[in-house]
């Protein structure tokens, strides 16, 4: 009889099974990981735009306040019109809030916005939906020129 050589060089059904299901953890345990830093960074992206809103309204605001001179609230909560008495310039500012917008002279500064306030003593209050508010004092700077 002929010597038959056993080859066991190949691999068999439990070796490939056992590959098939590392490799399945391994991508399960990637794709989490994608997924998660993914919505992260959407939340982080939506945060730092409404800082950016709400840190671009204050100053527009206070560079506003501070040329003026007269201060007059309007019909609702977060509407009012700041006047230069040595220009002439008006500025109404106007705050939607079931929409959550500033606008200033019909053009939309800020969204986003779940406080605008803005009282006779120049108590500016600002908050955003997911970003730190804003709380400051300013003064009438606009007769000193």
């Known amino acids: 009889m002929k010597n038959l050589k056993k080859d066991n060089s190949g691999l068999t059904l ?3 099974l056992a ?5 399945s953890l391994i991508s399960i345990i990637i794709m989490n ?21 709400v840190t671009y309204l204050s ?6 306040i501070r040329k003026s001179t007269h201060y007059e609230k309007l019909r609702d909560y977060g509407n009012f019109k700041i006047t230069s008495s040595v220009t002439g310039e008006e500025y109404l500012y106007e705050y939607n809030n079931s929409t959550n917008k500033v606008y200033r002279n019909g053009t939309l500064l800020a969204d986003h916005i779940i406080e605008f ?10 908050a955003s939906e997911k970003g730190p508010a804003i709380e ?5 700077r606009g007769a000193n020129k």
């Open 14 to 16: 439990i070796e490939i």
């Open 33 to 53: 990981i994608l997924t998660n830093s993914s919505k992260t960074h959407k939340n982080q992206v939506i945060e730092n735009q409404q800082l950016v809103d």
């Open 136 to 140: 400051t004092k300013l003064y009438f």
């Open 59 to 64: 100053k527009v605001l206070t560079k506003d």
């Open 19 to 23: 590959v098939v299901i590392i490799l």
């Open 117 to 126: 306030s803005v009282n006779e003593s120049l108590d500016i209050i600002i």
